[in-house]
């Protein structure tokens, strides 16, 4: 067994869509290739969104496809006392402050946008004095953001090759705990990739620019980088981007016209790890993997039957 430890990072929102297969695949396909460990995180962390039903769902789910995973899943929603210690730790360091702008306000702001369509935050409550901190505190509790500094983080992806950001202009302050306690998905995963010994994360790239807050944040926290690869982006047959929200190609309905093999089959086959259109299992796919064969752009997937 080799030293790569790769995941599964699903969130239990709802059930999985082609675009949650086809990440979970690939991801699977990168570790156990190179001889490694699978692990299995469930990002539970949204109360307002996640459910333990959906949670059972995806193991059933992953199962059912022939993804296999190594140990017991990870439920975020039981790891806050080691989100509560990292951010202590950044607290400490004097990286974060409370911002008690509403979402209004800061969409008012109408801020420039980071690659991944959110606004930069202009920092206004970055520059608050304690007096004026005091006595927001006393009408609204605070989000806390991390104080980025003007830094560069650059990195070699997998996939995307070198990609890079300048934190303060590209990125901005970013949240790390929601105003209701609910600490950020950036945290968290930062947290849980170096807990779980993850080495190689293998994810779309809705989340490239997400990495290099991750990179930063696991510089300041003393935790180990591992290497990434952002998967292009599979759009339904009319070019849109898959969302929970469109139940078309989600795995309940795609179940009702496909069985597992002829859906690895597909998503083999547009990663182009198979000539032709056949029902394989991913373990059938296993000595077909190579990152060289993977596209580099968003493919748009035509589906043969229904
Ligand atoms: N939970 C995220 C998702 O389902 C993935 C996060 C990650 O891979 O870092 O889109």
Redesign the pocket.
Known sequence: MSDVVGRF???PSGRMHLG?LWACLLAWLAARSAGGRMVLRL?DLDPDRCRPEYCDQILRDLEWLGLDWDGAPVYQSRRTEAYAAAFQALANQGLLYPCFCTRAQRLAASAPHRSDGEAIYDGRCRRLSEAERRELEQVRSPAWRAAVPEQTISFCDLLQGFYQEELSRDCGDFILRRSDGVYAYQLA?VVDDAFMGVTQ?V??DD?LSSTPRQLWLQERLGLPHPEYGHLPLLLAPDGRRLAKRDRDLELGRLQQSYTAPELVGLLAHAAGLLDRLEPVTPREVLPLFAWEKLPRQDLTLSLPKP
């Open positions: 990072a699903p969130s949650n990002e995963a994360v994810r779309g989340l």
